[in-house]
T-cell receptor, first 111, second 114 residues
Framework: EDQVTQSPEALRLQEGESSSLNCSYT??????LFWYRQDPGKGPEFLFT???AGEEKEKERLKATLTKKESFLHITAPKPEDSATYLC????????????FGAGTRLFVKA | ETGVTQSPTHLIKTRGQQVTLRCSSQ?????VSWYQQALGQGPQFIFQ???????GRGNFPPRFSGLQFPNYSSELNVNALELDDSALYLC?????????????FGPGTRLTVL
């Protein structure tokens, strides 16, 4: 069964304290891995799509990397406005474009 | 912000009632996916519509049904509402091309079932 697990569930950082969020996945035939940011009561905001192991993408203070079993979202020198829930999702297999999400990591950045 | 809009923003229903949620997709997109997100959880895939046909379905009962219209807008209908249906319902639009479907989400509809 396709599965996505994110860790930690919650992460508290001081402003400027860099860290990484983990997304491990078990799927048959990865088509793409996605990172989203979600603020409370709002829809997820698209950040990155990664397609194959070794791929990296960057946007401002965020950098996403992908291996054959997991993806990392690295946050460099975070600011309070980076506080949000970060969701990881995968599309896999040959059964159409079903997207499977993890439960998310809630990030709190204190000034 | 994406061009995906959803209505209504909030909705309160009682158990056993029926509800219709609406979604307008981003310009140029031909695919709509619906998700249910319970508090503190990730979104759960309900189904996807591509060019007015259902293109995949998650583990939801038949009382969850949908439609996509020629302008690619969409509706999610839920019959015989249960208390556990209380959640944020998200619509995501995309343009199916190649091997991967990058989806852009609307703001969601918060449904409360009493």
């Amino acid at each position: 069964e396709d599965q996505v697990t994110q860790s930690p569930e919650a992460l508290r950082l001081q402003e400027g304290e860099s860290s990484s969020l983990n997304c491990s996945y078990t799927v048959s035939g990865l088509r793409g891995l996605f990172w989203y940011r979600q603020d409370p009561g709002k829809g997820p905001e698209f950040l990155f799509t990664l397609y194959s192991a070794g791929e990296e993408k960057e946007k401002e203070r965020l950098k996403a990397t992908l291996t054959k079993k997991e993806s990392f979202l690295h946050i460099t020198a975070p600011k309070p406005e980076d506080s949000a829930t970060y969701l990881c999702a995968v599309q896999a297999g040959t059964g159409g474009f079903k997207t499977i999400f993890g439960a998310g990591t809630r990030l709190f950045v204190k000034a | 912000e994406t061009g995906v809009t959803q209505s209504p923003t909030h909705l309160i229903k009682t158990r056993g009632q029926q509800v219709t949620l609406r979604c307008s997709s981003q310009s140029g997109h031909n695919t709509v996916s619906w998700y249910q997100q319970a508090l503190g959880q990730g979104p759960q895939f309900i189904f996807q519509y591509y060019r007015e046909e259902e293109n995949g379905r998650g583990n939801f009962p038949p009382r969850f049904s949908g439609l996509q219209f020629p302008n690619y807008s969409s509706e999610l209908n839920v019959n015989a509402l249960e208390l556990d249906d209380s959640a944020l319902y998200l619509c995501a639009s995309s343009s199916l091309a190649g091997d991967t479907d990058t989806q852009y989400f609307g703001p969601g509809t918060r449904l409360t079932v009493l």
